[in-house]
Structure formats: C-alpha cells, structure tokens
C-alpha cells in the first residue's frame, strides 16, 4: 500500500504586543487578520497546514489577540524542531517583528533544522540612524594632572555622510 502524504507547512505567528506598537497598528488589528487567512486558505490547498501562535509561550492557533508581554522565538523554533523530527516538513513561515527580547538568540542552530525557515517581517521596519558609544578603553590608574591615553569605539549605522562629533 502506497500512501501520499501532504508536506506539512508550519505557521507560526507573532502574538506578542509590539507587533501592534507600530504606526500600522490599525492594519495589524484589522486587515492583516484578513490577509494571513487568505495565505492560510491558499496553502491548504497544497498541503497540511499546522498553525501556532507564539510570544510568552507556544500555542495552537487562535486568533491573534497581539497582547503577550514579551517574545521567545527561540523557544518557539525549539519546540517546532522537537515536535516535527522525522516528519515530513515542507517549510515553516514565522511571521513576526524580530524583536527577542527572552531566550537565545533566535538565529543560533538554525542551520540544524530539517525544514527551511521562511520569515516575514511585520510591524515597523523602518531603520534609524543609530549613533553608539561601542568600547571605552582607558588606564585604571593614572597619576593625577597628567595625560593618559583612551581609545573610544563608536558604532554609526544609517547615517552615511553625516558628521558626527563625540567629545570626550
């Protein structure tokens, strides 16, 4: 006996509350619930799709509330490599702002997996210039009234051909 099986697709969605602390944050309550359904319904048609929510914890899927107080992607991609070892995976889509803030990072062991992880970004992605003090080195002890060498390491990112002053 020959039996078919479906690949399975993984869904996992972002329930965390920063997805709704963007500017989009009405699009997220409303029209984007509309949307990741119609994604749903289109790749039901191909394969088996199995739907969870994550943030604080992992969850069957129900409807988005967006109300967890932090996320743990890490966690979450763990629990999704335990639960579907040896079976047959098509792919994984993780929809989510990206923001970790509990757990590993979340792109560690990725390479690990049997599945490939297809992500999509939701909420804010737009990039500030970011301007950082990265590294101070400098001599514990110095006599006093004399100069002493310090090395100062400083992260600019985003911000090509602007001047920057750091005085020390």
Avoid: W
Wanted: one cysteine or more.
């Amino acid at each position: 006996i020959n039996t078919i099986e479906q690949p399975i697709v993984i869904l996992a969605q972002d329930n965390s509350s920063s997805i709704i602390l963007s500017k989009d944050s009405l699009f997220y309550k409303d029209n984007y619930l509309y949307r990741l359904d119609s994604l749903r319904n289109k790749l039901k048609k191909e394969c088996q799709v199995d739907e969870y929510l994550f943030g604080e914890k992992t969850s069957d899927f129900a409807t988005p509330t967006f109300t967890d107080h932090y996320t743990d992607i890490g966690e979450a991609l763990s629990e999704f490599k335990h639960t579907y070892y040896k079976k047959n995976v098509g792919a994984m889509v993780l929809l989510s702002d990206g923001i970790y803030n509990k757990g590993y990072a979340p792109e560690i062991g990725v390479e690990d997996y049997s599945f490939p992880i297809y992500t999509v970004t939701l909420g804010d992605t737009t990039s500030y210039a970011d301007f950082s003090i990265k590294e101070v080195k400098y001599n514990k002890t110095v006599s006093s009234d004399t100069y002493f060498p310090l090395r100062v390491v400083v992260n600019a990112q985003g911000s090509k051909r602007s001047t920057m002053e750091v005085t020390v």
